[in-house]
């Protein structure tokens, strides 16, 4: 994942969202509430990442936020009220098993908490 684009079911037409995200990711969780669209964790070159970074939909523009404590890939993630909770996933430590890690992002004051272990 490099670029977002917006999908008008109308049309059925895509069009480019924002610019391109600060790096190529694959295996990245992405989820969105009205305001923003967020792109956590994730894989690149150089193996798992911890990063979150948000694009504000109203400005079109990418802003790096507060890394997760667990670098991890292939998470499953979801927003509930003022927070984002990311579940799971992969790292290098734990090659292909599953982790079984938690974390909870606040989203007004940009921090992560670990929670208990699923």
Same mark, same amino acid.
């Given at each position: &994942?490099? +670029?977002?684009? !917006?999908? $008008?079911? #109308?049309?059925?037409? +895509? %069009?480019? &969202?924002g610019n391109d995200l600060p790096a190529a990711l +694959? #295996?990245?969780?992405?989820?969105? *509430? $009205?305001?923003?669209?967020?792109? !956590?964790?994730?894989? $690149? $070159?150089?193996?798992?990442? *911890? %990063?979150?970074? #948000? &694009?504000? &939909?109203? %400005?079109?523009?990418?802003? %790096?936020?507060?890394?997760?404590?667990t670098y991890r890939y292939g998470s499953p993630a979801v927003p509930k009220d003022e927070y984002i909770y990311i579940f799971g996933g992969y790292n290098f430590d734990d090659g292909l098993l599953s982790m079984s890690s938690t974390e909870r992002y606040y989203i007004a004051n940009n921090t992560w908490e670990e929670l208990a272990d699923m």
């Open positions: &994942l490099s +670029s977002c684009f !917006i999908y $008008d079911m #109308r049309t059925q037409q +895509s %069009t480019p &969202l +694959s #295996r990245c969780c992405v989820v969105s *509430n $009205d305001k923003y669209v967020y792109v !956590i964790g994730g894989y $690149d $070159d150089s193996g798992a990442m *911890n %990063t979150m970074y #948000r &694009l504000c &939909l109203e %400005t079109e523009e990418w802003t %790096t936020m507060a890394p997760m404590g």
